[in-house]
């Protein structure tokens, strides 16, 4: 059987083409799946700011963008969560008075227990707060965090020093990370373990 000259050719090339890729087989199996790990973590990161904290607008692909020198996979991915953390607690939030909740809904003595008295809780304090969670559809106001009743801070819009009462106008539902760069004046304090970090870095690859 007489084989065609160009067929003879064509298997040649091909041939010679793959016995470089077949020496460094291990090398390039590694930059496809390093790229490809990199690429899922960018992905169901993106996916897990946008329904977590559907509140704040993460400048992710400029955090991509900055990093593209990092040759570790690993050590960009922990460094883009770094910066993501740092937006997550930059983020500007001003505290303002909130809705109150339908009146036909408050109680005879609601009025009375607004009114702070040497800065003890009303004894429907409970109460309050369930409403205002309620009130909030169960998420953190700051971020958009959903939360469990148990996990929801309560907070004031105006401190209770400050002329601040129990009314529920006066009062805001908050996840545990935003209660606590809120409250604290220390950038430090803030950034010192959040959840939403620890949360990132499940899905390095």
Known sequence: MHLNSDFIISGTIIIL?????YIYRKKVFTLFKRNGDFNTFIHDVKIHLEDTYPNISFQLDEII????NEKDSKRRQILIIEDLVSQFVDYEYDLQTQ???DKDLLWSNYEAGSKPINNKRPNDWAKRKDFTYRRDNCKCKRCGLKIASSDAYV?????????GG????????????????????SKENKQRHPLIEED??????
């Open 65 to 68: 963008k900055r990093t593209e």
């Open 166 to 185: 129990y009314n529920f106008e006066n009062l805001i539902t908050l996840c545990i990370d935003c209660n606590k760069i809120l409250s604290s004046e």
């Open 99 to 101: 809705t109150c909740i």
């Open 200 to 205: 990132l870095l499940k899905k390095v690859k």
């Open 155 to 163: 907070s004031f819009v105006k401190p209770l020093s400050k002329g």
């Open 17 to 21: 083409l793959l016995i470089p890729l």
